[in-house]
């Protein structure tokens, strides 16, 4: 027993024995850890994707989900992908923006519907002192959908005065457009959303003439006119382009005074 405790300490001593036997040491560690990292890369994940194209606003349902798996060391590099449909169920797909078929969901594709309504909202531009007015339109009168939010155009009255004589004029100048919105309220320039057709142009208009404008669009037509792009680019102020305009149609309105309102309203002519 003796000399074969005597044989293994002689062993170990030998330098070249410990040399060999750290080089294999080594090169074990470096197999497990090698072995290890690539399990770790390779390993697949699970990660929700949209199995149609899901436009603006859409609420998403375990039926617009499929899964897919993924290397892990793909995933990597893709932090913001959304890992868990737990995350998706319930949302929406972001106002403005489109999760086309067979792709990723990532964090900036969903929104709560709360946050979302809040963003596609119309009066979230306007300034201070302004209030939205809203008039009907077609794909005619917006030029072939020539019209844009954030454009500023002019507005122009159409109508006959008291002798009959036709009318038409440009009534305000320089006013921003908020929305092109369909029938159903949806901006017909969400992404996706190509077939639209325009119903609804959105203005913010000063609060001053909110009351002029609207009794103007009872007393004849309201008819939207684009400008270049310079007209926007340096927006003038809001205002009335034509007195005459404006005291025709005062003339046509009658002020009606209690003790909590002052408004205007449409007038015999």
């Not at 044989?7 to 170990?12: A, C, G, P, Y």
């Not at 989900?65 to 449909?85: E, F, G, H, L, Q």
Request: glycine fraction near 6%; aromatic fraction near 10%.
């Amino acid at each position: 027993m003796g000399n074969i405790l005597v044989k293994i300490k002689r062993f170990f001593q030998n330098k070249n024995t410990v040399t060999i036997i750290c080089v294999l040491a080594g090169i074990l560690v470096l197999y497990v850890g090698y072995n290890w990292r690539v399990s770790s890369a390779t390993k697949p994940v699970s990660i929700p994707y949209a199995k149609q194209v899901l436009e603006s606003r859409h609420t998403i349902t375990k039926d617009d989900i499929a899964y897919v798996d993924v290397a892990s060391s793909v995933v990597a590099k893709m932090p913001n992908v959304i890992r868990n449909a737990n995350q998706l169920i319930g949302k929406e797909v972001t106002y403005g923006n489109t999760v086309q078929q067979y792709s990723f969901f990532f964090q900036t594709d969903v929104a709560d519907p709360v946050e979302n309504e809040e963003n596609a909202s119309k009066i979230m531009d306007m300034e201070d002192g302004y209030s939205p007015i809203t008039i009907e339109v077609d794909f005619h009168t917006t030029y072939g959908n020539a019209m844009y939010p954030g454009n500023y155009i002019d507005l122009w009255f159409k109508g006959r005065d008291s002798t009959n004589r036709f009318m038409y004029g440009k009534f305000i100048q320089s006013i921003k457009i908020l929305s092109v919105d369909d029938s159903s309220g949806y901006s017909v320039f969400e992404t996706g959303a190509e077939s639209r057709t325009p119903k609804y142009l959105v203005f913010a208009v000063p609060d001053e003439l909110r009351t002029l404008i609207n009794n103007a669009s009872e007393i004849g037509e309201l008819v939207p006119v684009p400008r270049n792009k310079s007209y926007s680019s340096n927006p003038g102020e809001t205002r009335i382009a034509s007195t005459y305009l404006q005291n025709y149609i005062l003339s046509q309105t009658a002020m009606m005074n209690d003790a909590n309102t002052n408004t205007v309203t449409g007038g015999d002519e």
